[in-house]
């Protein structure tokens, strides 16, 4: 039998804050290998265990004194709760964190670590570790094209691997309305029904028991669920289920068409308030994590007079209703309530008031378009996606850094960065992954691991090693020729 490989203690992503490898101390995973752990670390300990299971075959119980360890330590002042210590050494592993959402992370590291299959050398050394920002996402279009929850969970189960925490649902727009409200149930029999996305290919919707169903297993993966309902724009599906809600109150037709910014609700009417708080009252009682998103994007035919009138009424719900407000960066025209988050999605540094949001203290979410937008094409011959905020290949979307797009809106102002993925051209999972697959791993490292420790090439030669990772695990990906692919 030929020697086992044994990875660089650095070969992950994203790559962590500190990496000290200690050559002389790998860990060589014998046969009677377990895993102990704190209570409060049963549920990482349990994936640990079946996923060493998996590659070695070993039966790897759980032990009082395991040759790997998972520890809760004390929390101390300034730690992240997704912060971790990993310790290799000759005789054994110590996964260390002051919460179980670290400990999820360091596994993710771990995991990284092993090989697919057979023989387990880990690479001796020290990794500490947290995150540059807390909030790293990414947005799935369940309106444009309806995803089934299991598609969903399968897509939550690969983005947690890179310490993605926040996964943005789009739940509203022209073309499909995908989560059932109480009181209002045409919004998703007629406008979740058949015919319905883009090219009526995309049919389907939630069902509120479904919703909190992906809520709670998002939590398994350490991940938050933020709803989009997107106002006062991109309603037109709302519309045709509830026509009371255009100005005219006259029927409106179904839209399958990749048009934006011909809808608008109409801010001078009292249903427009009603129908907005049972939506936000109802989604905010669905949804345990701390946001929600009211859109606020592309209201192209909502006069700037209106717009303001309707989010200075609309913004304050989500606080109402126990949550904080996200919406696309258009919003900062309004006065903002404290705690509310602008999302920057723009290509060129336009200012928008998001600086002078930023300079009152409010923290922004960076999505800009050239480098985040996840549908934008990799290059020309990309068979998905749009190309309207230019060609998006891995390595720019890798070389680029949140806190240089706006002036004004530097690392403090910054909760975080997510890469958004549109559904127009998209109609199944596999084309999902496609788009996504390696450019949200560049997104992952952007909004993790210092800047000062990130570099191109690095990234590149890293990132090569999960092809067949990605194969493996049966998901799709993008064979960009920018890597050099084993
Ligand atoms: C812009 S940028 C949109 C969406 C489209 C997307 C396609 C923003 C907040 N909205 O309505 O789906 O472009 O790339």
Same mark, same amino acid.
């Given at each position: 039998? #030929?020697?086992?490989?044994?990875?660089?203690?650095?070969?992950?992503?994203?790559?962590p804050a500190?990496? !000290?490898p200690?050559?002389g101390?790998?860990?060589?995973?014998?046969?009677?290998?377990?895993v102990?752990a704190?209570?409060a670390?049963a549920?990482?300990?349990?994936e640990?265990a079946?996923? %060493? !299971?998996?590659?070695?075959?070993?039966?790897?119980?759980?032990?009082?004194?395991?040759?790997?360890?998972?520890?809760?330590?004390?929390?101390? +002042?300034?730690?992240?709760?997704?912060s971790? !210590?990993? *310790?290799?050494?000759?005789?054994?592993?110590?996964?260390?964190?002051?919460?179980?959402?670290g400990?999820?992370?360091?596994?993710?590291?771990?995991?990284?670590?092993?090989?697919?299959?057979?023989?387990?050398? %880990?690479?001796?050394?020290r990794?500490?570790?947290?995150p540059?920002?807390a909030?790293?996402?990414?947005?799935?279009?369940l309106?444009?094209h309806?995803?089934?929850?299991?598609?969903?969970?399968?897509?939550?189960?690969?983005?947690?691997?890179?310490?993605?925490n926040?996964? #943005?649902?789009?739940?509203?727009?022209?073309?499909? $309305?995908r989560?059932?409200?109480?009181?209002?149930?045409r919004?998703?029999?007629?406008?979740?029904?058949?015919g319905?996305?883009?090219?009526?290919?995309g049919?389907?919707?939630?069902?509120?028991?479904?919703?909190?169903?992906?809520?709670a297993?998002?939590?398994?993966?350490?991940?938050?669920?933020?709803?989009?309902?997107?106002?006062?724009?991109?309603?037109?599906a709302?519309?045709?289920a509830?026509p009371?809600?255009? @100005?005219?109150?006259?029927?409106?037709?179904?839209?399958? /068409? *990749?048009?934006?910014?011909?809808?608008?609700? @109409?801010?001078?009417?009292?249903?427009?308030?009603?129908?907005?708080?049972?939506?936000?009252?109802t989604?905010?009682?669905?949804?345990?994590?701390?946001y929600l998103?009211?859109?606020?994007?592309?209201?192209?035919?909502?006069?700037a007079?209106?717009?303001?009138?309707? =989010?200075?009424?609309?913004?304050?719900?989500?606080?109402?209703?126990?949550?904080? *407000?996200?919406?696309?960066?258009? =919003?900062?025209?309004v006065?903002?309530?404290?705690?509310?988050?602008?999302?920057?999605?723009r290509?060129?540094?336009? /200012?928008?008031?998001?600086?002078?949001?930023?300079?009152?203290? #409010?923290?922004?979410?960076m999505s &800009?378009?050239?480098?985040?937008?996840?549908?934008?094409?990799?290059?020309?011959?990309?068979?998905?996606?749009?190309?309207w905020?230019?060609l998006?290949?891995? +390595? !720019?979307?890798? /070389? $680029?850094? &949140?806190a240089d797009? %706006?002036?004004?809106?530097?690392?403090?102002? %910054?909760?975080?960065?997510?890469?958004?993925? $549109?559904s127009?051209?998209?109609?199944?999972?596999?084309?999902v992954?496609?788009?996504?697959?390696?450019?949200?791993?560049?997104?992952?490292?952007?909004?993790?691991? &210092?800047?000062?420790a990130?570099?191109?090439?690095?990234?590149?030669e890293?990132?090569? +090693?999960?092809?067949?990772?990605?194969?493996?695990?049966?998901?799709?990906?993008?064979r960009?020729?920018?890597? /050099?692919?084993?």
């Open positions: 039998m #030929h020697a086992p490989t044994v990875k660089h203690l650095g070969d992950v992503i994203p790559l500190s990496v !000290r200690d050559p101390a790998d860990f060589r995973v014998p046969a009677d290998v377990s102990s704190a209570p670390a549920a990482v300990a349990d640990l079946e996923v %060493l !299971r998996e590659v070695t075959g070993f039966p790897v119980p759980r032990t009082e004194e395991g040759s790997i360890r998972l520890e809760i330590e004390a929390a101390g +002042e300034a730690r992240s709760p997704e971790y !210590r990993l *310790a290799i050494a000759a005789d054994g592993v110590t996964l260390g964190a002051p919460t179980e959402q400990l999820f992370a360091g596994f993710q590291t771990l995991r990284q670590l092993l090989p697919l299959k057979g023989e387990v050398v %880990l690479p001796g050394g990794i500490e570790d947290a540059r920002f909030y790293r996402g990414t947005m799935l279009d309106a444009r309806f995803y089934q929850p299991a598609d969903i969970r399968s897509y939550l189960d690969t983005i947690a691997q890179f310490k993605i926040h996964l #943005h649902l789009h739940l509203t727009d022209d073309q499909g $309305w989560l059932e409200i109480d009181g209002w149930p919004l998703t029999e007629v406008s979740g029904g058949e319905t996305g883009i090219d009526g290919a049919p389907g919707f939630l069902t509120a028991q479904e919703y909190a169903d992906l809520v297993y998002a939590a398994t993966r350490h991940i938050t669920i933020v709803p989009e309902i997107d106002l006062p724009g991109h309603v037109n709302a519309q045709v509830y009371e809600l255009t @100005c005219d109150g006259e029927p409106v037709q179904p839209r399958t /068409d *990749a048009e934006v910014g011909y809808s608008s609700l @109409c801010a001078g009417k009292e249903e427009t308030y009603t129908f907005v708080e049972d939506v936000i009252r989604v905010a009682a669905l949804t345990p994590g701390p998103h009211i859109g606020g994007d592309e209201a192209l035919s909502t006069t007079e209106d717009y303001r009138t309707f =989010m200075t009424r609309v913004l304050p719900l989500p606080g109402k209703y126990g949550k904080r *407000a996200i919406g696309w960066h258009e =919003m900062a025209a006065d903002l309530p404290q705690d509310a988050i602008p999302q920057y999605w290509i060129e540094p336009t /200012d928008d008031g998001v600086a002078r949001a930023a300079a009152a203290g #409010h923290q922004v979410i &800009p378009a050239d480098r985040s937008y996840l549908d934008m094409k990799y290059d020309e011959s990309t068979p998905l996606g749009l190309d905020a230019g998006v290949s891995v +390595e !720019r979307s890798y /070389d $680029w850094d &949140p797009r %706006l002036p004004g809106v530097g690392e403090e102002s %910054l909760l975080g960065v997510e890469a958004p993925l $549109w127009e051209t998209l109609r199944s999972l596999a084309d992954e496609f788009m996504v697959f390696p450019r949200l791993l560049a997104i992952a490292e952007i909004g993790w691991t &210092p800047r000062a990130r570099d191109w090439s690095s990234f590149r890293r990132l090569a +090693e999960f092809g067949p990772r990605f194969e493996a695990q049966g998901i799709n990906y993008h960009s020729a920018e890597i /050099d692919w084993p």
